[in-house]
């Protein structure tokens, strides 16, 4: 199975920072975020990758490349353990970039990935979402897959403050954790709002979601969203993700993110926390 990873957008909830880095690298703790992305798919057994990137995303393709000339430096200062972890970056998983020419939406960034899937179900991950599990999140949606053979996405309950920054499922449930989606709503309005089980970027897609791409007309905020092409397919379920999600959609979860990774680190765990509890006093 491919996996496809969008990572187009423009970032605009972080400027200035993301001027001319893209939100994608910034890093949590002491990895860019896109990394840990790719660490899920390849934990959960994918090893092709298609990055959808844009303008100004080329340092994307140079973090998962080779450098040769950090690799000489640290192998000569001895510095073995930094070493191996710069080439087993490069060495994760075959990696592919196409750029979307135009912002559009997640709809038509995920349209660049068709001929590369060449007809095979593919996982789609946000590039701006963590999960961290015992079973990676996409390995879960691949395991519902394999039982219903048709798209699967992860889903979450959202507290009521939240319901506007996600699609929403309308669905019936099924199982412990499962749900037979009867519609999605893109970004609603609480009173508007069809449930409080949200999307939380991350996707098992049947192919034939290429079809109902090319049929939507622009939705929310002028652009082919992901969520109408789905409503058009209408043969697809909700899993609750069992595991702890990072949204870093915005400069407070992006920092709460970063402190709870860091926190799971015995060599900064300490200082950390007292550093925490003195400001806090």
């Known amino acids: 199975m491919k996996a496809v990873i969008p990572a187009a957008g423009l970032g605009t909830r972080f400027l200035p920072a993301t001027k001319a880095q893209p939100k994608e690298m910034l890093p949590?703790?002491?990895?860019?975020?896109?990394?840990y992305v790719v660490e899920e798919a390849v934990s959960s057994g994918i090893d092709d990758i298609l990055i959808i990137t844009g303008k100004g995303k080329r340092s994307i393709e140079d973090?998962?490349?080779?450098?040769?000339?950090?690799?000489?430096?640290?192998?000569?200062?001895?510095?073995?353990?930094?070493?191996?972890?710069?080439e087993s970056i490069s060495e994760m998983a075959d990696i592919y970039y196409v750029r979307q020419k135009k912002q559009k939406g997640l709809g038509?960034?995920?349209s660049y990935a068709k001929k590369h899937i060449d007809g095979e179900p593919f996982a789609v991950l946000l590039g701006d979402t963590i999960t961290r599990s015992e079973i990676p999140c996409t390995k879960q949606l691949i395991n519902v897959y394999g039982r219903y053979e048709s798209t699967v996405i992860a889903i979450e309950e959202v507290p009521d403050e939240r319901v506007e920054r996600y699609g929403i499922i309308n669905g019936a449930k099924i199982g412990d954790s499962l749900y037979k989606i009867e519609d999605l709503v893109e970004k609603p309005k609480l009173e508007d709002a069809p449930s409080n089980l949200g999307i939380i970027g991350r996707y098992l897609l049947d192919p034939e979601i290429f079809d109902y791409i090319d049929e939507v007309p622009p939705g929310v905020g002028g652009e082919i969203q992901l969520t109408d092409a789905l409503n058009l397919f209408n043969e697809s379920y909700g899993c609750i993700f069992n595991g702890k999600i990072h949204?870093?959609?915005?400069?407070?979860?992006?920092?709460?993110?970063?402190?709870?990774?860091?926190l799971e680190h015995d060599d900064v765990k300490d200082e950390l926390m007292e550093y925490l509890a003195s400001i806090l006093k």
């Not at 973090?63 to 710069?86: M, P, S, V, W």
């Not at 920092?255 to 860091?262: F, Q, R, T, V, Y």
């Open 28 to 35: 949590v703790f002491n990895k860019p975020t896109i990394q």
């Open 63 to 86: 973090h998962f490349d080779r450098a040769f000339e950090l690799e000489y430096f640290l192998q000569n200062c001895g510095k073995t353990d930094y070493l191996n972890e710069i």
């Open 108 to 110: 038509n960034a995920i």
């Open 247 to 262: 949204d870093i959609g915005n400069t407070v979860d992006w920092l709460k993110s970063s402190i709870e990774i860091a």
